[in-house]
């Protein structure tokens, strides 16, 4: 029995055992369990267990914070309880509204994390080969670099297609299906093709020009098409699942296999087209603008606001909401100044990781120590929060003042990140692929420094190894 089998049972014997186990999965570092009776569940035994970081009850879930590992500790512990991944709908029902959004929220954006980040790193490195003079643009490097480090975002419905379908108990195909179909090229600029026939809302923030229509019914279709945006297909998903489980019910069983994804596909694409996709982006739009109002009228407490929230949220699973806002920012903007507004928190943790680390005299808090600081390399900072931060509060409270110095020293230079991508590698999403010079990448350096500098300053300066107050 490897180290893996013998953590997934130790876990299983500590939850209450199989018959105790609903559902499983994971995200990056936790292993979320939905378990029928928490009060089984021996978190002070999970808590001392050397491959456990630590155990949080949060979103209705009992979260078993492991490590990078966590994947594979979840494939053996599938096997030992024989769960599905995905929780039964039922799962979401007893918690309140901003719970279910939360925990909605995080279990369609998260699975795109790792292509997400991967395709910004990409991006970022043909930004530094161009603006260093190595490739020149349109050559054969840049093309091929610029075409996979955009394509990720570009066809971002297509993917949520995928995860929000599974995420509401429907066929992912068809939400994939749906997904591309929102996208699909030149769609956009066929409808909006030509002079318009009227428009909605006139004089307003919200005015929108009508140039085709469905059996008269208006086709409100942006300009720019669905590329990037995050909200439509999750409201048009959420749509094709009631009617996907309608269908199922009512067609005779013999022809469900086609008929459920010709009536599914052709009623929520139209209907997603007609109403719930300009729905969606009305709100988009909205939550957007009213981002940008509080920015323009006062940026430093916006991003203030923003960065001093963002470690507190990764403590209860529940950052992924204002992820989605930096990522519909990426959509509408091409950049998102949220998104580097929280870039140098995981550097703050970094710091702190590696204060400890050099400060303690203690194995076992080094041993704690460094593999947090190489996770918070790489913005994996769960580790570094329940290992090293949190114990010890003020340790915390470090990490927010220096996420907070870095992340407004790129607020109010106007640094914006032209790409997903955290930890040390995400500096290169700073350079502007549209302009000459690489300012945005100083000042990143410049506010991660600061970050580090700060947290590392005050962690070393106050720490002390066994009687440290907490």
């Known amino acids: 029995m490897n180290e893996n089998q013998k953590l997934a049972q130790f876990i299983l014997e500590n939850v209450g055992g199989k018959e105790n186990v609903e559902s499983a999965t994971h995200c990056m570092t936790r292993l979320r369990l939905k378990l029928k009776d928490n009060t089984k569940a021996n978190r002070t035994n999970l808590d001392n267990h050397p491959g456990i970081i630590s155990t949080q009850a949060a979103e209705g879930k009992l ?22 991944e995905e929780a039964p709908q039922e799962e979401i029902k007893d918690k309140n509204v901003l719970n279910r959004f939360a925990a909605l929220i995080t279990k369609i954006v998260v699975p795109s994390l790792g292509v997400l980040c991967a395709c910004g790193i990409i991006a970022g490195v043909n930004s530094i080969l161009l603006s260093t003079g190595v490739i020149t643009s349109g050559d054969g490097t840049n093309i091929l670099l610029s075409s996979l480090g955009n394509a990720c975002l570009t066809f971002f419905p297509v993917i949520l297609g995928y995860t929000s ?30 002079d318009p026939l009227f428009t909605l809302f006139a004089g307003t923030p919200l005015e929108m020009p009508v140039f085709k229509t469905f059996l008269g019914i208006p086709i409100i279709f942006p300009a720019t098409g669905y590329t990037s945006t995050v909200i439509p297909i999750m409201m048009v998903n959420f749509l094709a699942s009631k009617i996907e489980k309608i269908l199922k019910e ?57 960065t001093l929230i963002y470690q507190p949220l990764v403590i ?43 400060k303690s005299k203690d194995i076992k808090t080094k041993n704690i120590a460094l593999p947090a600081f190489l996770s918070a390399c790489f913005c994996i900072i769960e580790p570094s929060i329940y290992g090293v931060t949190l114990p010890v509060k003020k340790r915390f409270g470090f990490c927010m003042i220096g996420g907070l110095v870095g992340g407004l020293i790129l607020a109010l230079s106007n640094s914006p990140m032209y790409a997903i991508s955290m930890g040390v590698t995400g500096v ?35 720490y002390q190894d066994a009687k440290e107050v907490k």
Request: charged letters at 5%.
């Open 316 to 358: 209860f699973g529940l950052h992924w909401p204002l992820i989605t806002l930096g990522i519909m920012e990426f959509g509408s903007l091409g950049n998102s100044l949220i998104v580097a507004s929280i870039f140098p928190a995981s550097f703050a943790h970094m710091a702190a990781c590696f204060a400890v680390f050099l």
């Open 63 to 84: 979260q078993v914070i492991i490590g990078t590992q966590v994947g594979d500790v979840y494939e053996e512990f599938i096997k030992l309880v024989h769960v599905t």
């Open 250 to 306: 009512v067609l005779p069983r013999v022809t469900r296999q086609f008929m459920v994804p010709f009536f599914t596909i052709l009623f929520a694409g139209i209907v997603g087209v007609l109403l719930v996709g300009p729905i969606s982006m009305i709100i988009q739009n909205l939550l957007q603008a009213g981002l940008n109002s509080l920015i323009s009228t006062s940026k430093i407490l916006a991003f203030a606001v923003i």
């Open 165 to 194: 379908a599974t995420a509401f108990g429907m066929d992912p195909f068809i939400g994939m299906i749906l997904g591309a179909f929102m996208i699909y090229p030149g769609i956009a600029q066929t409808i909006n093709a030509g």
């Open 428 to 462: 290169m999403s700073f350079i502007n692929p549209n302009a000459q010079g690489i300012g945005g990448l100083v000042w990143a350096v410049i506010a991660c420094i600061a970050a580090m500098l700060v947290t590392f300053t005050l962690t070393f300066v106050t």
